[in-house]
C-alpha cells in the first residue's frame, strides 16, 4: 500500500516533497490533519547517550590483547600512567566536541564541523574515504572478532574454521544493518542492554582483581617503573596504542539532530562515559597484574581468559560471549552513529540523494545504513582488511584534530556565536597537537603505510571535482541517476526529510 503510494507520487509529478509544500502552502504553512513530519525524530536520551559513548568505545581490545600500551613503556607503573593520561587526552578532545557540538547542532560529526570551518573539500575527503575504505573496514575486523569469539566455546578442543568465522559474522552484520533499519528506539535499547553486558564483563575482572589486591597479592606491582627501559619510539607508540583503545568518544557528536536536549546531553554524556570507561580500564589493567606478570601478559593471546581460569574456574568459558556481546555492541554503535554521517553528507549534497531519505512509516535513514552493508561484505571477503586500516589510521587523527582545531578558529573568527557549553581555549589546543603529533608519529614510524593511505585519501580531491563540481554531465547519466533515485524511492519506500503525507 505504500509503496503504491509512493510510486504514484512519484510518476505524477517528481518526489513527495513537493506535493507536500504546494499542500502546505495552500493551507498557509499550517500542516494538516493526517500529515506529520518525516524526520529523524529526538529519541536519544541521556542513558543512550551514555551507551552509544561506552558501547562503541570498549570493544574487545581490553579483554583479549592490552598489551600494546604494555610493549611500548617496558613497565607495569608506566602502562598504568599512560592509560590514564591516554584518557584524560581523550576526555580533552570530547570535551571539545561537546562544545562544537553544542554550537553547531547538527548531526555527522567530524565531517560537519570541518565543512564549517574549512569548506567543502576537506569535508568530502573526508566522507569519501570513511565510506568507500575506513568503515567497512573498521565494521568487519570488529565483525570478525564477533563472529570468532560467538563460536569460541563450540571448538575448545581445536581451531574454528574461517569460514566457519566469516559466515557467522555476515550473520551478525546483516542483524545489526536490519536492526538498525528497522528502529532508533530498538536499536537504542539493545545498545543499553550491550553496554551493561560490557560493565558487566569489567566489574568481573575488577572486583576478583580488587580483592587479590586485598589479599596482598602486589608482587606485580613491586619496582612497579623498573624493567625495559621505554625507548625514543617505544613512549609515543605506547599513547598511540592508548589513544586508539578510547576511540569512539565522539559518536554521540553523529547524532546530535536526534539527541533530546542536545545542549545538556552531550556534554553530560560524554563527562559520564568518559569517566566510566577511563576507571574501568585503569581498574582492569590493575586487575590483570595482581594475577599476571608483565611477561606473561605479553604472551598471552586473550588476556580476560588466562585471568578467568586462574581466579574463576569453570566461570572462564562465558569470558568469550562477553567479548562477543561487547563486539557486537561495537558494531551496532558504530552502525548507527556512522549512517548519520553518510545521511549528513547527502543532505549536503556530497554523496547520491538516496543517502539522505527517510523509510516513511519507520523514521529510519534506512538508504544510509544498508549502503555499509554490501561495502562490509565485500571487505569481509576480500584481502587484507588489516592492512587497509594501518593505511589509512592517520587519517582518524588528522580530521579529528582538525575538527579540533576548527574550535579555536571558530573562537577567534566568531567570538560572539553562540555557546551553551564552553572549554578552556588550553583543552582543545593540546588535544589537537595531540592528534598531529600521532599523524607525524605514523608517518615517521611506517611512511609505507601512510604514504599509501596519504595516497588513498588524496583520490578524494579528484573524485571531489568529478561528482561535484563538475555540473555538466552528459544527460544520460543524469537521466540514468534520476531513474535510479526514484526507483530505489520505491523500492524502500523511503521520502526526503520534509512533511509527508501519512501514506
Not at 574456574?313 to 548519520?340: D, K
Request: hydrophobic share 50%; aromatic share 12%.
Amino acid at each position: 500500500m505504500v509503496r503504491k503510494a509512493v510510486a504514484s507520487t512519484i510518476s505524477n509529478g517528481g518526489y513527495l516533497q513537493g506535493s507536500v509544500n504546494a499542500t502546505l502552502s495552500s493551507l498557509g504553512g499550517k500542516e494538516p490533519p493526517g500529515q506529520e513530519k518525516v524526520v529523524l525524530k529526538r529519541k536519544i536520551s541521556l542513558l543512550r547517550g551514555v551507551s552509544i559513548i561506552i558501547g562503541t568505545i570498549i570493544g574487545a581490545g581490553i579483554f583479549i590483547s592490552p598489551k600494546g600500551v604494555l610493549q611500548n613503556t617496558g613497565s607495569v607503573g608506566l602502562s598504568l600512567v599512560v592509560w590514564t593520561v591516554c584518557g584524560v587526552l581523550s576526555l580533552f578532545g570530547a570535551l571539545s566536541y561537546a562544545e562544537l557540538g553544542t554550537t553547531i547542532k547538527k548531526s555527522g560529526g567530524h565531517y560537519t564541523y570541518i565543512l564549517e570551518v574549512f569548506g567543502p573539500l576537506p569535508a568530502f575527503v573526508r566522507v569519501w574515504v570513511e565510506l568507500l575504505i575506513i568503515r567497512p573496514a573498521a565494521t568487519a575486523v570488529i565483525s570478525l572478532a564477533f563472529g570468532r569469539y560467538i563460536l569460541e566455546p563450540f571448538f575448545i578442543q581445536c581451531e574454528i574454521p574461517e569460514l566457519a568465522v566469516k559466515l557467522i559474522t555476515a550473520v551478525g552484520i546483516t542483524v545489526v544493518m536490519v536492526l538498525n533499519s528497522m528502529s532508533v528506539s530498538w536499536s537504542a535499547r539493545i545498545q543499553i542492554f550491550l553496554t551493561f553486558c560490557k560493565l558487566t564483563a569489567i566489574l568481573i575482572i575488577i572486583v576478583p582483581g580488587m580483592m587479590q589486591l586485598i589479599k596482598g597479592q602486589t608482587q606485580h606491582f613491586k619496582d612497579a617503573f623498573s624493567g625495559r627501559d621505554a625507548s625514543i619510539m617505544g613512549l609515543p607508540l605506547a599513547f598511540y596504542y592508548g589513544m586508539y583503545a578510547y576511540a569512539g568518544w565522539f559518536y554521540l557528536n553523529f547524532v546530535t539532530e536526534e539527541v533530546e536536549n542536545p545542549e545538556k546531553t552531550i556534554p553530560l554524556a560524554i563527562c559520564i562515559s568518559m569517566a566510566i570507561v577511563t576507571i574501568g580500564y585503569v581498574l582492569t589493567n590493575v586487575a590483570y597484574f595482581t594475577t599476571i606478570g608483565a611477561e606473561e601478559l605479553l604472551l598471552s593471546k586473550a588476556v580476560a581468559v588466562t585471568f578467568s581460569e586462574r581466579l574463576l574456574g569453570n566461570f572462564s568459558v562465558a569470558v568469550p560471549i562477553f567479548v562477543a556481546l561487547s563486539c557486537f555492541g561495537s558494531m551496532n554503535g558504530g552502525v548507527f552513529a556512522v549512517s548519520r554521517l553518510f545521511y549528513v553528507a547527502s543532505r549536503e549534497g556530497h554523496l547520491p540523494e538516496i543517502l539522505s531519505m527517510i523509510h516513511v512509516r519507520k523514521h529510519t535513514p534506512l538508504p544510509a545504513v544498508i549502503v555499509l552493508h554490501p561495502l562490509t561484505m565485500i571487505m569481509l571477503f576480500s584481502g587484507d582488511i588489516y592492512s587497509l586500516l594501518n593505511f589509512l589510521s592517520f587519517a582518524r587523527w588528522l580530521f579529528i584534530g582538525l575538527a579540533v582545531a576548527g574550535l579555536i578558529y571558530l573562537r577567534y573568527k566568531h567570538p560572539d556565536m553562540h555557546r551553551p557549553f564552553k572549554v578552556p581555549l588550553f583543552i582543545p589546543a593540546l588535544f589537537s597537537f595531540t592528534c598531529l603529533f600521532m599523524v607525524a608519529l605514523s608517518l615517521y614510524s611506517d611512511p609505507f603505510s601512510t604514504g599509501i593511505g596519504f595516497i588513498i585519501t588524496l583520490t578524494g580531491v579528484p573524485a571531489y571535482y568529478l561528482f561535484i563540481i563538475w555540473d555538466k554531465k552528459p544527460r544520460w547519466f543524469r537521466r540514468m541517476s534520476d531513474i535510479t533515485t526514484r526507483t530505489l524511492q520505491i523500492i524502500l519506500e523511503v521520502v526526503p526529510e520534509e512533511n509527508c503525507h501519512k501514506l
